[in-house]
């Protein structure tokens, strides 16, 4: 059974880098062909896909998100992260992490979830 749990700090200062990690169990962030991917939902608002990291180590972002976020990954533990540069308080979420595959071109399904952290970036 493949489970994933984020990490990390649940308060962020304006202006810093948020930095959170996932950590998979039961798999491996290098296995084909899975997609590894970060979500998040600020308070009621919808679902916002963020990017992700592949099973071969290549990345993929959000246009919208894309000059501020890097998702790197450590093979070794089984861990993938999210860094989100330059905050503000509209940062402020749930972030998931989740393993993604491509059903068909196009077509993409966000199938196991983490359960989600809270991030609150300080005003």
């Known amino acids: 059974q493949v489970q994933l749990q984020e990490s990390g700090p649940g308060l962020v200062k304006p202006s810093q880098t948020l930095s959170l990690t996932c950590t998979v169990s039961?798999?491996?962030?290098?296995?084909?062909?899975?997609?590894w991917s970060w979500i998040r939902q600020p308070p009621e608002k919808g679902l916002e896909w963020m990017g992700a990291?592949?099973?071969?180590?290549?990345?993929y972002y959000s246009p919208s998100l894309k000059s501020r976020t890097s998702i790197s990954r450590d093979t070794s533990k089984n861990q993938f992260t999210l860094q989100l540069s330059s905050v503000t308080p509209e940062d402020t979420a749930v972030y998931y992490c989740?393993?993604?595959?491509?059903?068909?071109?196009?077509?993409?399904?966000?199938?196991?979830w983490g359960q989600g952290t809270l991030v609150t970036v300080l005003s």
């Open positions: 039961g798999g491996s962030v290098t296995t084909s062909y899975y997609y």
């Open positions: 990291i592949a099973y071969s180590g290549s990345t």
């Open positions: 989740a393993r993604e595959v491509v059903v068909v071109p196009t077509t993409y399904n966000l199938e196991i």
